[in-house]
């Protein structure tokens, strides 16, 4: 099911059922989605709505929970998720997504945050390592110094395992036709991304870690009856940091697809430029 996120409202639809996952305290929500038609779906622990009993498309109904979302927000609100729900972490041991319905926190287990968070009016827990603050309670100064540290303790950690890569190239072919390379973005002079699957094979002196990708600039490219040569350089680490998070913060269908072990099945060969 394509997914709508809401920061602390997660609405996932298709054309038959919609399901939306939101904590306690969102009467107003809750109230909405009885109008239209919705029940509590037990089995998912959600609640579930199909468009044909709310007589309604579903992009209309996911218009009407932003606009209940909304409305229960303070002031302005509207404009900082304009601002910054854009924004993405280039690192898995943290997420932000600010949205409609508030600001998720994910951080790791441990982390000296998570007491601080515990203070905050109606922000609730959700496992062990992520936090749903609604809208109400997300411009308070805890929030903003909790967020400052996990910014940069996000950039910290992304680019300890990148740096020590810039002026590094590697070099081979990857067995797709040359359309299927423009859509992985292997096109001179533009972005590509990989996981750490592909470079065990093409690069297997990257250290593993818990970043979303690994970014490259593409120098060349040759197209082949098997395939397309290619040969990528690493990105200076500022560039990559930033790369990755563009990546993150764009809806899942239309990122560029990482290259994986399924393109990494001839052999690579790396150097320094």
Request: proline share 7%.
């Amino acid at each position: 099911m394509p997914k709508v996120d809401f920061g602390t409202v997660t609405a996932f639809v298709d054309d038959g059922r919609i399901d939306v996952f939101f904590p306690r305290g969102y009467d107003g929500l809750k109230n909405a989605l009885k109008d239209m038609k919705g029940r509590w779906n037990p089995d998912r622990k959600c609640w579930s709505l199909e468009p044909r009993y709310a007589r309604m498309e579903s992009a209309a109904i996911v218009g009407r929970i932003g606009e209940v979302l909304l409305r229960n927000a303070p002031d302005r609100w509207e404009d900082a998720v304009k601002r910054f729900g854009g924004f993405a972490c280039a690192s898995r041991k943290y997420e932000v997504k600010v949205g409609l319905g508030g600001i998720r926190i994910r951080i790791p287990e441990g982390h000296p945050s998570h007491y601080v968070l515990k203070e905050v009016e109606g922000g609730q827990q959700e496992g062990k390592d992520t936090w749903l603050i609604p809208s109400m309670s997300s411009s308070s100064p805890t929030i903003g110094a909790v967020l400052e540290r996990v910014v940069g303790e996000d950039r910290e950690c992304f680019i300890s395992y990148v740096e020590h890569l810039e002026t590094r190239t590697i070099r081979g072919t990857v067995p797709v036709t040359p359309g299927e390379a423009d859509r992985l973005g292997l096109v001179p002079g533009g972005f590509a991304y990989a996981d750490h699957a592909f470079l065990r094979v093409a690069d297997p002196q990257v250290k593993n870690g818990p970043i979303h990708a690994w970014p490259f600039k593409v120098l060349s490219r040759d197209d082949a009856e098997g395939g397309v040569e290619v040969r990528l350089s690493y990105l200076p680490p500022e560039t990559a940091y930033k790369a990755v998070r563009h990546r993150q913060a764009q809806a899942e269908e239309v990122r560029l697809p990482l290259l994986d072990l399924t393109h990494a099945v001839e052999k690579w060969t790396y150097k320094r430029l």
